[in-house]
């Protein structure tokens, strides 16, 4: 019996590959809101990097500086079994989010 044909789960993106998917998300905000309304919010920690590379790649495109803060989710997580013991350090937003 032949076995099934094996299917790919998933690419890993090369420097390039990241760098062009960064400007295509760039492109596609700019596209929907004006960039001195810009503000990015990264998920500490992975997404901090990601967003401070998505805000270097809109100013690039724009000229215009895109404030980036961190948001740490530490003590809303589920799969940690500890997360009653965790020390969160609250990170002050660089920009005012109300309204």
Request: glycine fraction near 6%.
């Amino acid at each position: 019996m032949t076995p099934p044909a094996m299917r790919e789960k998933a690419r890993v993106m090369d420097a390039d590959a990241v760098r062009r998917a960064l400007v295509r998300i760039a492109h596609e905000i700019l596209e929907r809101n004006s960039a001195q309304h810009l503000a990015i919010v990264g998920v500490r920690t992975r997404g901090v990097p990601l967003a401070e590379r998505l805000a270097a790649t809109i100013a690039g495109i724009e000229q215009v500086q895109v404030p980036v803060g961190t948001l740490d989710i530490t003590r809303y997580r589920d799969d940690r079994p500890d997360r009653g013991t965790l020390t969160v350090h609250p990170v002050p937003l660089p920009f005012d989010v109300s309204g």
